[in-house]
C-alpha cells in the first residue's frame, strides 16, 4: 500500500478516486480525468511513499498538456480555497498571512478558503475584469466551475451565505448568455 505525505507530515492511504474527483471538479472530462489517474496510479505503485506536493505536480504537468482549463481551474481553486499560489511545474508557495497581489487588487489573506458570499462577489468582479484583459471564456468558465464547486463542498460557510453565492454566480453566468448551474441535491 502506497502512503501519502501530507504537508502537516501526516500519512495516509494513497486513494485514485480522491484525485479523480478534484480532477472533475477542476473541470477536466471524464476522460482526461480517468488518463491522468491510471498513469499517476502506475507512477505511484513504484513507490513506496509519496507527498501531496509531488501528486499535484505530476497532475498538473498531464493536466496542462490535456486541458489547459481545467489545470488553469485547478491553479484558481488552490489559490481561492487553499491560499496557495502556482509557480511553473505546479510548485506553490503557500500563504498563510500577510498581502499579496492578485490582479489588480492587494488582498489581504487570512484563513483558507471563502467564508461569504461577499467575498464570492469579490472573486466574479475579478474574473469580469478578467474577460476585459482578454481571458478567454473557456478559462473563465473553468474557474467558475471551480469557484461553484469549491464553494459548495466548503463546510464553514453558513447555509444562506451558499445560497446567496450561487445566485451571484448565476447571475454572472447569465450575464454572459450561460446556462445558470443547478444543484445535483439540497444544500
Not at 507530515?9 to 480532477?23: D, F, Q, W
Not at 471524464?30 to 511513499?49: M, S
Not at 473563465?140 to 445566485?167: C, H, Q, T, V, W
Amino acid at each position: 500500500m502506497v502512503r501519502v505525505v501530507k504537508r502537516s507530515g501526516r500519512e495516509e492511504e494513497y486513494l485514485s478516486e480522491k484525485v479523480y474527483n478534484a480532477l472533475r471538479d477542476a473541470g477536466a472530462s471524464d476522460e482526461v480525468a480517468r488518463e491522468i489517474v491510471k498513469e499517476l496510479d502506475e507512477w505511484v505503485k513504484k513507490r513506496g511513499r509519496i507527498s501531496t506536493d509531488e501528486i499535484r505536480r505530476f497532475v498538473l504537468t498531464r493536466l496542462r498538456k490535456l486541458e489547459p482549463e481545467a489545470a488553469e481551474a485547478w491553479q484558481f481553486y488552490d489559490r481561492v480555497f487553499k491560499g496557495r499560489i502556482t509557480f511553473e511545474d505546479g510548485k506553490t508557495v503557500v500563504v498563510e498571512r500577510g498581502r499579496l497581489y492578485l490582479g489588480r487588487k492587494v488582498k489581504d489573506i487570512g484563513g483558507k478558503g471563502l467564508s461569504n458570499a461577499e467575498e464570492v462577489r469579490e472573486i466574479l468582479e475579478e474574473l469580469r475584469e478578467d474577460m476585459e484583459y482578454g481571458l478567454s471564456p473557456k478559462v473563465i468558465n473553468a474557474r467558475l466551475y471551480a469557484l461553484f464547486m469549491g464553494m459548495l463542498k466548503k463546510k464553514d460557510m453558513p447555509r444562506e451565505e451558499k445560497l446567496k453565492s450561487i445566485e451571484l454566480i448565476n447571475k454572472f453566468r447569465e450575464e454572459l448568455g450561460w446556462k445558470p448551474y443547478e444543484l445535483k441535491k439540497p444544500l
